[in-house]
């Protein structure tokens, strides 16, 4: 399974980018990188996803490097609502089967 | 909007009980997972489900049973509940493929005392 790499917590200014990178240089070809977030006591909220092109939606940009070994999420213009941990994933897909494998994230504080 | 919903959303119950964790989404996905979290760790997949009739274990489904005799109903039972098992259980459910995102429940908080 490929493993990803997110530092253990980040602070951003309210108003500005938040960037979070994630490590996962063992990704191979048909795997996706996902992020979800998780704020305190709820379920993981899914964010966005990609596969090798850049990708952007009503909550986020995903750039993916060209080797595909890392990922940074961006949140453009990041509001206190976005306090949370952070998960970067790479789905694993074994003989069909598919599972997410939840590393520990990347707990974001936006300070006001 | 997602559409999916754990009850109860806190338990507290006694060693050796025998309880069920409840889980529906009205989404009409096919799978749907289970998976274990302690406060300020990672997800652990415990079971997941591809349809009616389908189950598998994940990495942490030692203890534990589930069926999926509907699409949208995805119980969890535990058998005989023991202090080991608290922790939060949260249930997802996507639509089949790759490229298809999780959407989850906001968890059952289980206290096993």
């Known amino acids: 399974d490929a493993k990803t790499t997110q530092p253990p917590s980040m602070d951003c200014a309210e108003g500005r980018a938040a960037n979070l990178p994630c490590n996962h240089s063992t990704i191979s070809g048909n795997e996706y990188v996902y992020w979800y977030r998780q704020i305190h006591s709820q379920g993981p909220q899914y964010i966005i996803h990609?596969?090798?092109n850049n990708e952007t939606n009503e909550m986020a940009s995903l750039i993916i490097t060209e080797d595909r070994k890392s990922s940074t999420l961006i949140l453009p213009h990041a509001t206190l609502r976005d306090t949370a941990v952070y998960y970067c994933?790479?789905?694993?897909?074994?003989?069909?089967?598919?599972?997410?494998?939840f590393g520990t994230g990347t707990r974001l504080t936006i300070i006001p | 909007e997602a559409d999916i919903y754990q009850t109860p959303r806190y338990l507290v119950i006694g060693t050796g009980k025998k309880i069920t964790l409840e889980c529906s989404q009205t989404m009409g996905h096919d799978k749907m997972y289970w998976y274990q979290q302690d406060p300020g760790m990672e997800l652990h997949l415990i079971h997941y489900s591809y349809g009616v009739n389908s189950t598998e274990k994940g990495d942490l489904s030692s203890e534990s049973t589930v069926s999926r005799i509907r699409t949208e109903h995805f119980p969890l039972t535990l058998e005989s509940a023991r202090p080991s098992h608290t922790s939060q259980y949260l249930c997802?459910?996507?639509?089949?493929?790759?490229?298809?995102?999780?959407?989850f429940g906001n968890g059952t908080r289980l206290t096993v005392t």
């Open positions: 990609g596969l090798k």
């Open positions: 997802a459910s996507s639509v089949r493929g790759l490229n298809s995102p999780l959407h």
């Open positions: 994933i790479v789905r694993v897909s074994n003989f069909g089967n598919e599972k997410l494998t």
